[in-house]
């Protein structure tokens, strides 16, 4: 009796063990990354799609980049510069960033100037003068193209949570800066509201 009274403790601290125990994601599939799914009320990757999509349509339809340059005109040169996160989140606002500079180049409207690539080139021009490289070969300073418009951005949140309801609103605030003048040569900005439930989380 006592023998039994063992093995079936022992079988249920067992079946315990194998409950209680660690968790771990073990098993995956690939998903569309354009498919729209949220599991938390945080910025999440179709919002940064969303944004970035309607500042690269917006601007590429905006009356003063609408039309192609002429034949052999050179594109309007644009640098995506610094995007502020006003909200209360950790959100990836170079993610961001390079997100609108691609949906930017796939307009085929602009040209495209990349800001960390340029500190990168100016670290290649020093080592390229330094002497390990062949001087006929050597590149230098001089001959970068000049940017003809710098985007700037900011994104602002408001939360609003009253008993079991939460509501997300996002703002980004896009504006395309001529420097040669100083002024805004377009601006636009994308909202996104988002309502969730509170519920409870089983394991």
Not at 62 to 91: C, D, M, W, Y
Request: glycine letters at 8%.
């Amino acid at each position: 009796m006592n023998t039994r009274r063992l093995l079936l403790s022992a079988l249920v601290a067992v079946s315990l063990a194998g409950c209680g125990g660690p968790r771990a994601f073990t098993r995956g599939t690939y998903e569309d990354p354009n498919t729209i799914e949220m599991l938390g009320d945080r910025f999440n990757e179709n919002d940064l799609q969303l944004i970035a999509k309607k500042m690269a349509e917006s601007l590429a339809n905006a009356p003063r980049f609408a039309q192609p340059p002429p034949q052999g005109a050179a594109l309007p040169i644009v640098l995506v510069g610094k995007l502020r996160n006003s909200t209360s989140e950790h959100i990836d606002m170079r993610s961001l960033g390079d997100k609108i500079q691609t949906a930017l180049a796939q307009t085929g409207r602009f040209a495209l100037v990349d800001q960390q690539a340029r500190q990168d080139i100016a670290e290649e021009y020093e080592y390229q003068q330094s002497g390990y490289v062949n001087p006929n070969a050597a590149k230098a300073p001089g001959q970068q193209a000049s940017v003809d418009f710098l985007m700037t951005g900011d994104l602002a949140s408001i939360i609003q949570e009253v008993g079991r309801d939460k509501l997300v609103y996002y703002k980004m605030t896009a504006k395309l800066n001529d420097v040669r003048t100083g002024t805004i040569a377009w601006t636009d900005e994308k909202q996104i509201r988002k309502k969730f439930e509170k519920q409870g989380v089983s394991w």
